[in-house]
């Protein structure tokens, strides 16, 4: 017997399969309905298990009341016997198993590792609340909470779909200032261990790229002779493998170039230019930057012995931008080269640096 697949029935899900030579179908739900499509794909890996352990209800009760929110306590013959069905929630647990088979995501697989911690099955919103304040409770980031939020309104929206998260105004990225950037270029260009990913840093700093943008980034990508980077593409973690990369469109699936400075000129200029697909910046092997290896090595070890307070790489890109505006270059113009909307600069960065004076009155 192979796998059951859920299939399209008009507006239902449909499932449909032989067993001992007899043919089975079960409608139920809405096939645009991702809650009703996942309690389906559920149902399809218990018929199929209990089929190849003998345990298939012909009369296919206990599928239903599973679907209906009941409790099934037949034999699993087909015999229902004294069998009476009792109220019981879908369990959440299962659903979410269910989903990990079907597509494997770390955020499923860490909420499912959360709700097995909780000291109690969720069966109830009241439950669902203690859940989300539980997570809030023990310290967990907002983003991941709203994560998980959305991940269980998909899977049990009867509970979770009146919770919602507050989340405060994200503060503004803090930019290093010119002493600190100076002191870490010089400790990197002057370290025996860290030496070799100076340029990388120089680069991040002076270009505002993104750290995907800068990992991915192929000599034919960069003009020395008109002093332009050209930006399109991006190295980005495979989300089915994370140790592994893959060509995509930048984050706003938008071209643009951006100008090439002294500093930077003089840096890419002093590199053994490779081939036009060749990445500009590898590891000392030869292989692609892994930017969380950079994060919790070279860069907060960098930062922690210079005693500057601990900002991430990607704060190299706000220092770009908010230098940029100090400078007087107008956001309009930033914006264009950094791949952001106005607004985004307007909200985030302006007065980072430098702030307004007031007139006196």
């Known amino acids: 017997m192979r796998p059951i697949k859920v299939r399209q029935n008009g507006d239902s899900c449909l499932l449909r399969w032989s067993y001992e030579g007899d043919t089975y179908s079960l409608t139920w739900g809405k096939w645009t309905d991702a809650v009703d499509k996942a309690k389906m794909e559920y149902i399809a890996r218990l018929v199929y298990q209990d089929s190849l352990s003998g345990n298939f209800d012909t009369t296919l009760h206990k599928y239903k009341s599973w679907l209906e929110g009941l409790s099934y306590t037949g034999n699993g013959n087909g015999s229902n016997g004294n069998s009476t069905p009792k109220p019981k929630q879908p369990p959440l647990l299962k659903l979410l198993?269910?989903?990990?088979?079907?597509?494997?995501?770390?955020?499923?697989?860490?909420?499912?590792?959360?709700?097995?911690?909780?000291?109690?099955?969720?069966?109830?919103?009241?439950?669902?609340?203690?859940?989300?304040?539980?997570?809030?409770?023990?310290?967990?980031?907002?983003?991941?909470?709203?994560?998980?939020?959305?991940?269980?309104?998909?899977?049990?929206?009867?509970?979770?779909?009146?919770?919602?998260?507050?989340?405060?105004?994200?503060?503004?990225?803090?930019?290093?200032?010119?002493?600190?950037?100076?002191?870490?270029?010089?400790?990197?260009?002057?370290?025996?261990?860290?030496?070799?990913?100076?340029?990388?840093?120089?680069?991040?700093?002076?270009?505002?790229?993104?750290?995907?943008?800068?990992?991915?980034?192929?000599?034919?990508?960069?003009?020395?002779?008109?002093?332009?980077?050209?930006?399109?593409?991006?190295?980005?973690?495979?989300?089915?493998?994370?140790?592994?990369?893959?060509?995509?469109?930048?984050?706003?699936?938008?071209?643009?170039?951006?100008?090439?400075?002294?500093?930077?000129?003089?840096?890419?200029?002093?590199?053994?230019?490779?081939?036009?697909?060749?990445l500009v910046f590898t590891t000392p092997t030869g292989l692609e930057l892994d930017d969380h290896n950079l994060s919790q090595r070279m860069w907060k070890k960098t930062l922690e012995k210079l005693g500057i307070p601990h900002r991430p790489l990607y704060n190299c890109r706000s220092t770009f931008i908010s230098h940029c505006i100090s400078s007087g270059i107008p956001p309009h113009d930033v914006a264009a080269i950094v791949g952001n909307s106005p607004d985004v600069i307007f909200k985030h960065y302006l007065g980072s640096i430098k702030k307004p004076v007031l007139p006196e009155l």
């Open 97 to 278: 198993e269910q989903r990990l088979i079907e597509h494997y995501s770390a955020a499923d697989y860490s909420l499912l590792g959360n709700l097995k911690k909780f000291k109690e099955e969720i069966r109830t919103p009241a439950q669902a609340k203690e859940f989300m304040k539980w997570l809030d409770d023990k310290g967990l980031k907002v983003s991941s909470q709203k994560r998980y939020l959305t991940i269980l309104k998909v899977l049990r929206r009867d509970l979770f779909e009146t919770i919602e998260l507050r989340v405060g105004e994200k503060p503004r990225p803090k930019p290093f200032s010119v002493n600190e950037v100076n002191r870490i270029l010089d400790y990197l260009y002057n370290d025996p261990h860290y030496s070799h990913y100076y340029d990388f840093v120089l680069f991040l700093l002076n270009s505002g790229l993104r750290i995907s943008e800068a990992i991915g980034m192929r000599w034919q990508d960069i003009d020395l002779d008109k002093r332009e980077i050209h930006v399109y593409e991006v190295l980005n973690r495979d989300k089915g493998n994370s140790s592994k990369r893959k060509r995509q469109t930048t984050k706003t699936t938008k071209y643009r170039v951006v100008p090439i400075n002294n500093k930077l000129y003089q840096s890419l200029c002093n590199r053994s230019k490779g081939n036009p697909e060749d």
